[in-house]
């Protein structure tokens, strides 16, 4: 499986980015996908995961009532609307396909990776 993911740039505290992973290959393999962060310094952080066929969507509390993850299957696409964006936003977000539906908040349930694309907001 790959992951390929768009839609970051540098935006003023406040504004709104969409994001986007599109994915390639065995995609039938993977039952959810999910959003993480690392900004410099950081561990990776979970920002947001739906399961494929149900749609159930789970959000880290930071992010929960600004961000909304969803799905378009036929595109194989998943998308990460972020709004209210904060400069403790930035970091740069990764996408993640897993076979599996729990632990979805954990980095190490995620088999694929996509290359990451750079969220920056100033204050």
């Known amino acids: 499986v790959q992951l390929q993911a768009s839609g970051g740039g540098l935006i003023q505290a406040g504004g709104s980015l969409r994001l986007s992973c599109t994915a390639s290959?065995?995609?039938?393999?993977?039952?959810?996908l999910g959003w993480f962060r690392q900004a410099p310094g950081q561990e990776r952080e979970f920002v947001a995961a739906i399961i494929w066929s149900v749609g159930m969507t789970y959000y880290a509390d930071s992010v929960r009532g600004r961000f909304t993850v969803s799905t378009e299957n036929a595109k194989n696409t998943m998308r990460l609307q972020m709004n209210s964006l904060a400069p403790e936003d930035t970091a740069v977000y990764y996408c993640?396909?897993?076979?599996?539906?729990?632990?979805?908040?954990?980095?190490?349930?995620?088999?694929?990776w996509g290359q990451g694309t750079q969220v920056t907001v100033s204050s």
């Open positions: 993640a396909a897993t076979g599996k539906r729990t632990r979805l908040v954990a980095a190490a349930t995620y088999d694929y």
């Open positions: 290959g065995r995609t039938s393999s993977t039952c959810a």
